[in-house]
């Protein structure tokens, strides 16, 4: 192995990089755009499904399920809901990763579609109150299962399909979906907050974006049926080299770069997390307060705030993927680890001010620039960083663990902090300073990969 890794490997203390695989078409152009939309539609489900999620547990759960407990613990105990779909998605991506390793992307992709897509369909039915709040963990756990394994499919899927030197900008199109799905639930929000009102949406309104997941899943169903399977899945296959047992390979083979992964996800996934939902909730709790506001004027506020850093990431990622693709996964990732540690401190004191320019600039920095020039990079660098014979189980399993230690711990140990700082908005910004410091250290275990063949059966590093 260490021989091999010598010739296809990383570019670690005197090993020798790979010379990039110049092959600019890897399937036909029918079967790459059907790839595209594929991931697409699928990662705006997935993120439809959790922003509805993670909008509503900021701003209706904590009183329709939570009220017995009152207005600061019946907060933590939604977004202690909220994280419960990220401590699932570790599981749902080891068993759907293992099944995609041996019995192929496309049927992984279908079945975690109609998964998550059900799971967040049935939220939208469930009763107020105890009953409610047991059937909605429940819920929100299957929702986390499904979404487990559906970003590493996509992207594993669309690095294996893409032109080798434009890998990094089409790995993260579908990716795009992603703030479409944030975009049309946040828009839901806004528009329900603006013409309801929060008595409406309190008693009724709330259910209108959960219910709404079914016309989004019959799209993807119906897209993913079409789909073909990845050339490069298929060479293993033909090749008789599939592993009986993908996440036990994994586990066994590929630990530093399950833990490279897994400590870059932590500034991009926490960060998303951060300056999206836990801006809301500080707005419409803590800044509410101190400046005698209204909370659903602040938190309407935020919410209009993540809608223009969402729209604009819709730009901004594919370009941090197209940029990667000409100066390096790495340099894009550290650059903008580096970027959300500076810009922590500062864009946590303009939220506190309330000022709504302010908001939005603290907002669109974080999410569309930070947060987003990592996405652009990871989607096609992690595919890149595992071995042919276990890279889906390999990147979900990576993906998903940093996602329940970022993603799913942000908002409760976010929340926790500032409460007991007493409100003060420097703690959120330290602490976002540091899941930066853990991103860049996962950056610094990791190799360059930029042109890396994906038929290679050993790791980068």
Same mark, same amino acid.
């Given at each position: 192995m260490d021989a091999h890794r010598s010739l296809s490997g990383g570019q670690h203390a005197g090993v020798a990089v790979e010379r990039p695989d110049t092959t600019t078409a890897v399937v036909p152009p029918e079967q790459l755009r059907r790839a595209i939309l594929t991931g697409a539609v699928g990662s705006a489900l997935e993120y439809y499904d959790f922003a509805i999620f993670g909008l509503a547990t900021a701003l209706v759960f904590s009183h329709i399920f939570f009220p017995a407990l009152g207005s600061k613990a019946g907060l933590l105990a939604s977004f202690g809901t909220y994280g419960a779909g990220f401590l699932a998605r570790p599981f749902g991506g080891l068993f759907f990763g293992s099944l995609g390793d041996r019995k192929g992307r496309k049927f992984v992709l279908l079945v975690t579609i109609a998964i998550m897509g059900t799971s967040t369909t049935l939220i939208g039915l469930l009763p107020t109150g105890t009953v409610g709040a047991v059937a909605l963990v429940l819920l929100r756990l299957l929702q986390g299962f499904g979404a487990g394994a559906e970003q590493a499919g996509a992207s594993t899927l669309m690095a294996e399909v893409a032109p080798v030197p434009r890998r990094g900008f089409f790995a993260a199109l579908p990716f795009v979906g992603i703030f479409a799905g944030f975009g049309l639930a946040t828009a839901t929000f806004g528009v329900m907050q603006h013409t309801l009102g929060n008595e409406a949406i309190l008693a009724w309104a709330w259910r209108i974006p959960f219910l709404s997941s079914i016309v989004l899943i019959g799209v993807a169903v119906w897209i993913r049926l079409r789909l073909r399977e990845s050339p490069v899945f298929l060479s293993l296959e033909g090749a008789q080299?599939? /592993?009986?047992?993908?996440?036990?390979?994994?586990?066994?083979?590929?630990?530093?770069?399950?833990? =490279?992964?897994?400590?870059?996800?932590? &500034?991009?996934?926490?960060?998303?997390?951060? %300056?999206?939902?836990?801006?809301?909730?500080?707005?419409?709790?803590?800044?509410?307060?101190?400046?005698?506001?209204?909370?659903?004027?602040? &938190?309407?506020?935020?919410?209009?705030?993540?809608?223009?850093?969402?729209?604009? @990431? /819709?730009?901004?990622?594919?370009?941090?993927?197209?940029? @990667?693709?000409?100066? !390096?996964?790495? =340099?894009? %990732?550290?650059? !903008?680890?580096?970027?959300?540690?500076?810009?922590?401190?500062?864009?946590?004191? +303009?939220?506190?001010?309330?000022?709504?320019?302010?908001?939005?600039?603290? +907002?669109?920095?974080?999410?569309?620039?930070?947060?987003?020039? +990592?996405?652009?990079? *990871?989607?096609?660098?992690?595919?890149?960083?595992?071995?042919?014979?276990?890279?889906?189980?390999?990147?979900?399993?990576?993906?998903?663990?940093?996602?329940?230690?970022? !993603?799913?711990? &942000?908002?409760?140990?976010?929340? %926790?902090?500032? *409460? *007991?700082?007493?409100?003060?908005?420097? /703690? +959120?910004?330290? %602490?976002?300073?540091?899941? @930066?410091?853990?991103?860049?250290?996962? /950056?610094?275990? @990791?190799?360059?990969?930029?042109?890396?063949?994906?038929?290679?059966?050993?790791? =980068?590093?």
């Open positions: 080299k599939v /592993v009986r047992s993908p996440v036990r390979a994994v586990l066994g083979s590929a630990r530093r770069p399950v833990l =490279a992964a897994v400590l870059m996800r932590f &500034a991009e996934q926490g960060g998303s997390t951060i %300056y999206t939902t836990i801006v809301i909730a500080f707005l419409g709790g803590t800044v509410a307060a101190k400046l005698g506001a209204r909370p659903s004027d602040l &938190a309407a506020i935020g919410t209009t705030g993540a809608l223009i850093a969402t729209l604009a @990431s /819709v730009v901004t990622t594919p370009l941090f993927g197209a940029l @990667s693709d000409r100066v !390096g996964r790495i =340099a894009v %990732y550290r650059a !903008g680890a580096i970027f959300m540690a500076l810009w922590s401190i500062p864009s946590w004191w +303009m939220v506190s001010t309330g000022d709504p320019l302010w908001i939005v600039l603290a +907002m669109f920095g974080g999410l569309a620039i930070g947060a987003n020039s +990592m996405l652009g990079a *990871q989607c096609s660098h992690f595919a890149e960083l595992f071995g042919n014979r276990y890279r889906y189980s390999g990147v979900a399993l990576a993906r998903e663990l940093g996602a329940v230690l970022s !993603g799913g711990l &942000a908002p409760v140990l976010g929340i %926790y902090l500032v *409460q *007991q700082a007493d409100g003060a908005f420097w /703690v +959120m910004g330290v %602490y976002t300073a540091l899941l @930066s410091l853990l991103t860049l250290t996962g /950056v610094f275990l @990791s190799t360059e990969t930029r042109g890396r063949n994906l038929n290679d059966l050993d790791d =980068a590093i």
